[in-house]
């Protein structure tokens, strides 16, 4: 059965995928109006301080919210979303009309992927993906990281738990509310939130996936803090930097490298459950993501000078993360591989 073929025959009816992009989206906002309301009232209140810490909200912090989200999600958003209209008309030969349709919600006129697969090579067209959703994700995530990871190496960990809490739930907050306000739209400027991020090979339930994915990340947001806290009690200052790695970092590179590996060279054999019109993953993807994963963690380990323990924990984080990577449903994996780090990493200190 040819590649073409065998996507047609599991692709879903439209219908059954509006209603679930309907699902989600009516879930997202349900979400987010309680994260809303338990911002505002942790920072009218004070109230949830023994939780998540203080939330003071003041012109500063709203500044540089904004200011964040303006650059990272709107500016950055807006320069990928040429990048990959650039990469989809030059590698995988997508005319403009092909292009407008990617680029549109897919909700509000017919979208088949079956048919863009019998004009397109699906191999090219999972390269343009991940380019496209890796390299929007590499370099705001890996940038965060590597200023989040020289600000705990120096700060005591307790205040860490708490240093940047306004801003992140904040932006959180307010990250979701644009991404569903412009999950219906069609014009070009629902594209500056949704073009490089959604894949083509998603089909309908492209902006249901991200959408599902900013969400849960939200949520991871809130976890870590309380989670955090308890990290600080069980690890000394010059140790919680290594933990903020193996739980965030590890987590990054893993689930960056499988989908580099899987569409470089991977045989996507492997169907999973997810929220896309097609769900599949590779052994190529799988091992990519371990052995690169693997090699962080040692890294990560070594260049802080600790213990044999402590290489088992990097190895342990390192199966962790190929595994969830592999059997969480599509579109959840972020929030699995974090947590199931952060209860790791919390395990090892108890």
């Known amino acids: 059965m040819s590649a073409v073929s065998a996507t047609a025959a599991v692709e879903p009816r439209e219908d059954d995928r509006l209603k679930t ?7 997202g906002v349900s ?13 009218a209140t004070g109230s949830a301080s023994s939780l998540v810490g203080s939330i003071t909200l003041n012109a500063q912090l709203v500044g540089r919210v904004l200011f964040g989200v303006v650059m990272f999600t709107v500016v950055w958003g807006c320069i990928w979303f040429g990048i990959k209209s650039l990469l989809l008309r030059k590698v995988a ?34 390269i343009v993906d991940m380019i496209g959703r890796r390299g929007r994700f590499m370099t705001i995530g890996f940038a965060a990281f590597f200023y989040l990871y020289g600000y705990v190496g120096k700060e005591h960990p307790e205040s860490f738990a708490t240093a940047f809490l306004s801003q992140s739930l904040l932006d959180a907050v307010l990250t979701n509310w644009l991404f569903i306000a412009f999950f219906y739209v069609d014009h070009w400027s629902g594209a500056l939130f949704y073009g490089a991020q959604t894949r083509v090979m998603d089909g309908v339930l492209a902006r249901a996936n991200c959408l599902l994915i900013v969400m849960l990340w939200s949520l991871f947001k809130f976890i870590l803090v309380p989670i955090g806290s308890q990290l600080a009690h069980l690890y ?6 290594t933990i903020f790695a193996l739980i965030w970092g590890s987590y990054m590179v893993t689930d960056t490298f499988s989908e580099v590996g899987g569409s470089l060279y991977g045989k996507q054999s492997i169907r999973v459950w997810g929220v896309g019109d097609v769900n599949r993953k590779s052994v190529g993807g799988t091992a990519t993501g371990f052995v690169c994963g693997l090699v962080f963690c040692l890294i990560v380990v070594a260049a802080n000078h600790l213990g044999p323990a402590w290489f088992g924990l990097a190895v342990v984080i390192a199966i962790s993360n190929s595994l969830l990577e592999l059997y969480s449903p599509r579109g959840t994996d972020d929030f699995t591989m974090a947590t199931a780090n952060a209860l790791i990493c919390w395990a090892f200190g108890v």
Do not use: C, G, W, Y
């Open 21 to 27: 992009a309907k699902r989600i989206f009516t879930a």
């Open 31 to 43: 979400v987010n109006v309680a994260l809303t309301i338990f911002v505002v009232f942790a920072a």
């Open 93 to 126: 030969k997508f005319d403009t009309p092909e292009r407008r349709l990617v680029f549109s919600s897919r909700m509000a006129q017919p979208f088949s992927l079956s048919d863009l697969l019998a004009r397109h090579s699906e191999r090219k067209i999972r």
């Open 236 to 241: 000394s200052p010059d140790q919680f930097a």
